[in-house]
C-alpha cells in the first residue's frame, strides 16, 4: 500500500521557518522524483519545488527561491521542505508528490496545512 504522509505544518509568524517532512512507503522512493506542491483557497494547487531521484537536481518556483529549500533522505524514504523567512502568502495546504519520470505514474499525499499571520 502505497503511502506519502505529511508532517510538520502549523501556524508561524512572519519570517518564521517550518520544515515539513513527507514519509513515503509501498514504492521504491530512491526512484522517484520528489515534489512539494501548495494549494492556497480558491486557487490551483502549484509546484514549489522538486529533487531527483539522487538529490543531483532540485528546482524550485521563483516565489520561494533563496527562502526555501528541499532535500530528501533515500534511506529513510523521506523528503523535506526546510521553508524560511515565511510570509502571509505562503499559506496554503502543503502536498508531497511522487512521481516516476518515465512512467508518469504519480502518488499524493493527504497535505498539510501552513499558516503565516501575525
Known amino acids: 500500500q502505497v503511502q506519502l504522509v505529511e508532517s510538520g505544518g502549523g501556524w508561524v509568524q512572519p519570517g518564521g521557518s517550518l520544515r515539513l517532512s513527507c514519509a513515503a512507503s509501498?514504492?521504491?522512493?530512491?526512484?522517484?522524483?520528489m515534489r512539494w506542491y501548495c494549494q492556497a483557497p480558491g486557487k490551483e494547487r502549484e509546484m514549489v519545488a522538486a529533487i531527483s531521484p539522487t538529490g543531483g537536481s532540485k528546482n524550485f518556483f521563483d516565489a520561494v527561491k533563496g527562502r526555501f529549500t528541499i532535500s530528501r533522505d533515500n534511506a529513510k524514504n523521506t523528503v523535506y521542505l526546510q521553508m524560511n523567512s515565511l510570509k502571509p502568502e505562503d499559506t496554503a495546504t502543503y502536498y508531497c508528490n511522487a512521481i516516476y519520470r518515465w512512467t508518469r505514474n504519480e502518488y499524493w499525499g493527504q497535505g498539510t496545512q501552513v499558516t503565516v499571520s501575525s
Open positions: 509501498g514504492f521504491t522512493f530512491s526512484i522517484y522524483d
